[in-house]
C-alpha cells in the first residue's frame, strides 16, 4: 500500500475574512496556520503534500508557504477551476463562487494514488488530529468494501464569537462509525451552545455544544475519488436549475451517499486537541495568542522548518 499523502484545500479566497486569509501570518516568524498542520502532519508521518490552489494565486502561493515546505515535504499542485465540469456542462452566466469541497479534491485527482487525507487550509487541527489519521489510514487498504475515516471535534470548540460558521454535522452509530454528516452553513454560538438556520435566519434549531462535528478532516481511498467524480454529473444536473450561482459539491454529501448505499463505513477519530481558525478578521489575535502559548510551552519551535 502507497503511504498516505495529505490534501490541503487552499483554493478560496476567504469572502468573509476579507483576504487571502490562507497566506495571513499568525507565527512568531511569519508562519501560517498551514505551516503549523503541515509540520504536525510531518510528525505523524505525511511525506507529501498536494496544495489545491487556483492559477491566479500560484506565485503568491508558493512565496508564502509552498517553496518554505518543500524543504521538509514533497510538494505538489493541483488547481481547482470554475470551468472544470463535466462534458456538457458549463459555468453559469454571473458564477464566481468555486464548487465546492468536493470538487476541490478531484483537482488532485491525477496526484493521488493511493490513500490521502483532507484538510482545509485556514483551520488549525492539533498534532493528535494528523497521527491518528495516518495510522488509520496506514493499516487499512481499499478493497471492495471502502474503510474511511474522519477527526471528529466538539462543535462548542469550533465556534467563532465573531459570526457563523459552517461545519458537517455528525451522527454516530453505536459502534463509533458515522451515520450521516450533514453540512449546515450558518451556525451561531447560543446560549452556551449553538443554533442553525436554513432559512436566513427566520427560524433556528438548537444543536448541543458536544455535538460531533466535521471540520472537513477526512481520510480515503483512492476510490472515493472515482465515487466522487461519477457522481458529479448527476449532482449538477439536480442542483444548477435550483442554485445555479451558489450551490456546492461537499465531501459530506457523496460520504453520505456511500454510507446510504452500503458501499463505505466511516471511522470516527476524535482529537482531544482544541481547534483554532480564522473565519472573520477579528478571529486572528485568539489565534496569535493561541500559538504563542503553545510555542512559549514548546510544542513548536520558533522557526518550524530550519
Not at 153 to 160: D, I
Request: proline share 6%; glycine share 8%; with cysteine.
Amino acid at each position: 500500500m502507497n503511504k498516505p499523502v495529505l490534501v490541503v484545500m487552499a483554493a478560496g479566497m476567504g469572502s468573509r475574512y476579507g483576504g487571502m486569509k490562507q497566506i495571513d501570518p499568525v507565527g512568531p516568524n511569519g508562519q501560517v496556520i498551514m505551516d503549523y498542520s503541515l509540520y504536525d502532519a510531518r510528525r505523524a508521518g505525511f511525506e507529501t503534500v498536494i496544495f489545491v490552489i487556483k492559477h491566479e494565486i500560484e506565485d503568491a502561493f508558493k512565496a508564502a508557504i509552498g517553496d518554505r515546505v518543500a524543504k521538509a515535504m514533497n510538494v505538489k499542485y493541483a488547481f481547482q477551476q470554475l470551468e472544470e465540469l463535466p462534458a456538457g456542462f458549463a459555468v453559469p452566466e454571473g458564477r464566481v463562487k468555486p464548487w465546492g469541497t468536493c470538487h476541490a479534491v478531484l483537482a488532485a485527482k491525477p496526484l493521488i494514488d493511493g490513500p490521502f487525507a483532507v484538510i482545509n487550509a485556514d483551520d488549525y487541527y492539533g498534532p493528535e488530529a494528523f497521527q491518528v489519521m495516518y495510522d488509520y489510514l496506514s493499516t487499512h487498504a481499499d478493497d471492495d468494501f471502502y474503510r474511511y475515516c474522519m477527526v471528529s471535534y466538539l462543535l462548542k470548540n469550533t465556534l467563532s464569537e465573531n459570526g457563523s460558521v459552517a461545519r458537517g454535522v455528525c451522527i454516530k452509530n453505536e459502534d463509533g462509525t458515522l451515520q450521516s454528516v450533514t453540512e449546515r452553513t450558518r451556525i451561531e454560538p447560543c446560549g452556551g451552545g449553538a443554533h442553525y438556520t436554513e432559512d436566513g435566519g427566520e427560524s433556528w434549531v438548537d444543536l448541543p455544544g458536544d455535538t460531533p462535528v466535521s471540520m472537513n478532516l477526512w481520510g480515503f481511498g483512492k476510490s472515493f475519488l472515482d465515487e466522487a467524480e461519477q457522481r458529479f454529473a448527476g449532482w449538477l444536473t439536480e442542483n444548477l436549475p435550483v442554485n445555479p450561482l451558489k450551490c456546492e459539491y461537499f465531501l459530506p454529501l457523496v460520504v453520505t451517499e456511500l454510507i446510504e448505499e452500503n458501499k463505505a463505513k466511516i471511522q470516527v477519530l476524535r482529537s482531544t486537541d482544541k481547534w483554532f481558525g480564522v473565519t472573520y478578521r477579528e478571529d486572528k489575535p485568539l489565534v496569535v495568542d493561541a500559538i504563542a502559548r503553545k510555542t512559549a510551552e514548546g510544542q513548536y519551535p520558533e522557526k518550524l522548518w530550519e
